[in-house]
């Protein structure tokens, strides 16, 4: 079993920047985040690989969200720049082996999701 704690989420005006973290209390694998708008299903954000070496994301952010990870502190950061209010959503971490599982929803373990709201 693999606990995953999010942090770093808030309200945030249009424009802005939030980092979020992800802390995972074994090693894992390849880390990602997906996302939930009110209404919407959750759907895929970004992912990282072991390495650091294959990242993907979604059209929609690419350019203004860049991930990264700690392998040495089992984390994962989200750097979200450039907010924009169809941004906001619960954001949820998650942990999938190999990434392109992670990349299709297969998901192992999920976090409990941190809110991120962007204001107009």
């Known amino acids: 079993q693999v606990h995953l704690v999010e942090s770093g989420g808030g309200l945030v005006q249009a424009g802005g920047s939030l980092r979020l973290s992800c802390a995972s209390a074994?090693?894992?694998?390849?880390m990602g985040w997906f996302r939930q708008a009110p209404g919407k299903e959750r759907d895929f954000v970004v992912a990282?690989?072991?390495?650091?070496?294959?990242?993907y994301y979604e059209d929609a952010v690419k350019g203004r969200f860049t991930i990264s990870r700690d392998n040495a502190k089992n984390a994962v950061y989200l750097h979200m720049t450039a907010l924009r209010p169809e941004d906001t959503a619960i954001y949820y971490c998650?942990?999938?082996?190999?990434?392109?599982?992670?990349?299709?929803?297969?998901?192992?373990?999920w976090g409990h999701g941190t809110q991120v709201t962007v204001s107009s």
């Open positions: 990282i690989d072991y390495e650091g070496e294959k990242i």
């Open positions: 074994g090693s894992v694998y390849a």
């Open positions: 998650a942990v999938s082996h190999p990434i392109a599982r992670l990349r299709t929803g297969d998901i192992a373990y």
